[in-house]
């Protein structure tokens, strides 16, 4: 990442203040965590991606959930951004995925490509009928930009 300003960091800084409502006591403790100063100096690159949760495979998916569907768009940092999800999405299948959107913050963290994950996949909670459950759902979770 091209090194910026110490008046756009600073700005940065003030932003996320903001948003998270930090007293100025709180800010200094978060500033004080050096991983959160490498965050913030990686900033763009969680601002710059989207992270999206989508059906691999399904089988008698009880919210209704079809392969190609994307089910959660959320922004780099983890707000779901639910004008353009379906109006229906299973929370189980939402749960299942934090370890991977973990995962891409781990890369956007150390500046990496968030789509190099060793593990892109994940299963829904559920086992589906013939395993003593209902139905089941395989999804992929990865990181795109943006378009600009």
């Known amino acids: 990442m091209d090194k910026i300003s110490q008046a756009q960091m600073e700005k940065r800084w003030q932003k996320f203040k903001e948003q998270m409502g930090y007293t100025e006591e709180e800010i200094a403790i978060v500033r ?63 749960y299942c995925a934090i370890p991977r959107i973990y995962g891409i913050w781990e890369r956007f963290h150390e500046d990496l490509n968030p789509a190099n994950l060793l593990v892109t996949k994940v299963h829904c909670p559920d086992v589906g009928c013939r395993r003593g459950g209902w139905g089941e759902v395989v999804l992929k979770v990865f990181a795109e930009e943006i378009p600009k």
């Open 32 to 94: 004080s965590n050096p991983e959160y100063v490498k965050v913030m100096e990686y900033a763009p690159k969680f601002l710059t991606h989207r992270i999206v949760i989508e059906v691999v495979e399904a089988h008698n998916c009880g919210a209704g959930h079809k392969p190609g569907d994307r089910i959660a768009i959320m922004t780099g940092n983890g707000f779901l951004l639910s004008q353009e999800m379906p109006k229906r999405v299973c929370a189980f299948a939402l």
